[in-house]
């Protein structure tokens, strides 16, 4: 029987022949914009399969045209992210909100409507309240905590002209760490689906990185990623990530190439070059995060600590479906200050080794404030409901000794005392 070997050890050189680079152990940066066909007829064969005109003969591969449509470090680089996620396509884009912003774009149409989890991601917030309804299309949303008939419910109240065709959820949500159920709201999507529309269901996964959880494997059909967190991990790239089946994910690649919004050769090299690492820096993120939570938990400056690792029988379904949807805790912990925006801006200001900044998921330990950073458009009644509140604080935890970022913490924290 052939061994089956783990995507982390396939990082270093899946999908790449050094023999076809001179020899290079390591792909290549292909800087380039256009590829030289060797033949007029061979041009005319890429161009079709590229473009759909025919599906691909009996052992033809795709030929390289132009870097906007394939390159090699952006195929060499989908072919490593779908393992993670033992996905059968991937597309790599310019950021997060390209990768959001396309799918939500190709599988919404004017006249429809989208069921979206809270809370989101800023960013995603703004695009779906703020700029989908300029296109006609209707916004539901739901809430964690509610359960499935509640939201059946919700989308039951959506008027006939605006039937629902998509379900975007984030979870653990951003900042509170909140779960939704995907299987859930797979059902959902099955019963409020027609023979003439779809519903696709559409999870945004960042918060848990391509190791700490699937959830094509719980029934999405689409998963996003901002590849800047935990998949780049180093703070020196933005770029996004989408994965699925090959049927969705061609319409997704389809209008990427229109769009424009690929990948740079670069950006394809740079998260080549971070996935050999990806394992050992979420293992150690994920360690850390448990010490520094549970430090959190005992300083007498800290109210409250919204981390998976903390939730217990009595957190009832939310237990429930970390336990079947989480492979790890994860490293993200938000938690809520004695006090208001004055005391969690005197924490952050009071921070050493711990940066002050929104990103999260990089091998430094970041932290920022939601209420004022990343939410601050997110709309204020909202956010009351959500508990995102002005003594929350948003912690990224990253790969320095855990002694030395609870060091920091305790004292930007004692100064609160």
């Not at 336990?323 to 938690?335: D, E, K, T, V």
Request: net charge negative.
């Amino acid at each position: 029987m052939e061994h089956k070997m783990k995507p982390e050890s396939l990082m270093m050189s899946y999908g790449y022949r050094p023999e076809w680079s001179e020899g290079a152990i390591k792909c290549p940066i292909f800087q380039t914009s256009a590829f030289v066909f060797r033949t007029a007829e061979e041009g005319k064969a890429f161009f079709e399969v590229a473009y759909g005109l025919r599906a691909p003969r009996s052992e033809e591969i795709p030929g390289l045209i132009y870097s906007r449509i394939n390159n090699p470090d952006l195929e060499i680089l989908e072919d490593r992210l779908k393992l993670w996620e033992e996905a059968e396509d991937c597309a790599v884009f310019e950021s997060g909100m390209a990768a959001i912003t396309t799918v939500l774009l190709e599988f919404l149409r004017p006249g429809q409507s989208v069921l979206i989890s809270n809370p989101l991601y800023g960013g995603t917030d703004h695009f779906i309240k703020k700029i989908l309804p300029q296109f006609g299309i209707a916004v539901l949303e739901f809430y964690a905590g509610m359960n499935e008939q509640e939201i059946a419910g919700a989308i039951g109240n959506v008027p006939d002209q605006h039937p629902l065709a998509l379900i975007y959820v984030e979870t653990p949500a951003n900042p509170t760490n909140a779960l939704i159920d995907i299987e859930a709201c797979k059902r959902l999507a099955r019963r409020f689906s027609q023979n003439n529309n779809e519903v696709v269901l559409v999870v945004d996964n960042t918060y848990m990185g391509p190791l700490w959880q699937h959830p094509l494997q719980h029934g999405a059909d689409l998963v996003l990623y901002s590849a800047t967190k935990y998949i780049g991990g180093h703070s020196d790239l933005i770029a996004g990530a989408c994965l699925g089946s090959r049927r969705l994910m061609k319409r997704v690649k389809t209008l990427r190439t229109f769009l424009g919004n690929m990948a740079s050769p670069h950006t394809g090299w740079l998260l080549l070059r971070s996935l050999e690492t990806l394992k050992a820096r979420m293992d150690i993120q994920a360690a850390n995060a448990r010490h520094v939570a549970a430090f959190l938990s005992s300083h007498p400056a800290v109210e409250k600590v919204y981390y998976l690792g903390n939730l217990g029988p009595s957190d009832g379904e939310q237990f429930h479906i970390r336990n079947r949807q989480c492979l790890s805790y994860g490293a993200m912990i938000s938690f809520d200050i004695r006090g208001g925006e004055p005391e969690a801006f005197r924490m952050l200001n009071n921070l050493r080794l711990v940066k002050l900044a929104v990103s999260l998921g990089s091998t430094e330990s970041l932290a920022e404030h939601p209420y004022t950073m990343t939410h601050a458009d997110v709309d204020v009644n909202l956010k009351a409901r959500l508990g995102i509140t002005p003594s929350m604080i948003r912690l990224s935890v990253g790969i320095e000794h855990y002694e030395d970022i609870i060091y920091d913490l305790r004292q930007a924290l004692d100064s609160l005392l």
